[in-house]
């Protein structure tokens, strides 16, 4: 999905098998057979073309001790959105009542491959809600249908096989909020999120005050 380099020391005085997760102010605890409890942040923040720092976790396992290959916990939706005039957004949220999107969770990991598996509480520790913060100055969409502008929110891996959830925008100008708009992505397997991968949501046209359903 994503790949980028990380240096650091590996644990001094320690013995194998070593875990890691990032980012590290986002896990609570790790008990003695590796079972990590994490928290994902229920307000990620906006970058241009990708995501923002420390909003997509992973998660690292050696058995040996010697190097730590770390990989993706989580996938994305990937949002495209244009309008016919001018605007500019201040948030966008995406809210699933079946499935928890930020909060409380617990992570363990395949000793064989690595591969990290996240399950996210069901109490009130976890939410259903998750918000991408593009500032108050906003984001400026492209008026293009055919160059949209990319928003991506990092979501757990879906639990069930088919998924959906509401999409809601704010847009502002300047410090002052403009208006609203909600869409609805329909609940069928095509939208399932996947781990290490992202959902291509179709493009469409932003305005204030519209609600319909994407596919």
């Known amino acids: 999905l994503f790949r980028s380099p990380f240096t650091g020391t590996l644990v001094t005085g320690g013995a194998a098998p070593f875990y890691a997760y990032y980012p590290e102010e986002n896990i609570t605890s790790i008990d003695a057979d590796g079972t990590m409890t994490i928290t994902l942040p229920s307000v990620q923040t906006y970058k241009a073309n990708s995501f923002g720092k420390e909003d997509n976790p992973a998660v690292a ?34 809210m699933n009542i079946s499935e928890k999107l930020s909060g409380t969770g617990t992570v363990t990991v395949n000793k064989g491959t690595g591969i990290p598996t996240l399950t996210m509480k069901t109490d009130l520790t976890a939410s259903n809600y998750v918000k991408l913060d593009c500032s108050e100055r906003g984001v400026a969409l492209s008026t293009d249908s055919n160059s949209p502008t990319v928003f991506y929110i990092v979501v757990p ?36 999120i996947e781990r290490n991968n992202y959902r291509n949501m179709p493009t469409f046209s932003a305005a204030i005050s519209t609600g319909d359903y994407i596919s």
């Not at 010697?66 to 996938?75: E, H, I, S």
């Open 61 to 94: 396992y050696s058995a040996d001790g010697t190097t730590l290959a770390f990989k993706n916990l989580c996938g994305m939706v990937k949002l495209n959105l244009y309008s016919a005039t001018a605007l500019k957004v201040r948030s966008i949220s995406l």
């Open 157 to 192: 891996p879906s639990k069930g096989d088919t998924y959906g959830y509401q999409v809601s925008i704010e847009f502002t100008e300047g410090e002052e909020i403009r208006g609203y708009m909600s869409k609805s992505a329909t609940i069928k397997a095509e939208n399932k």
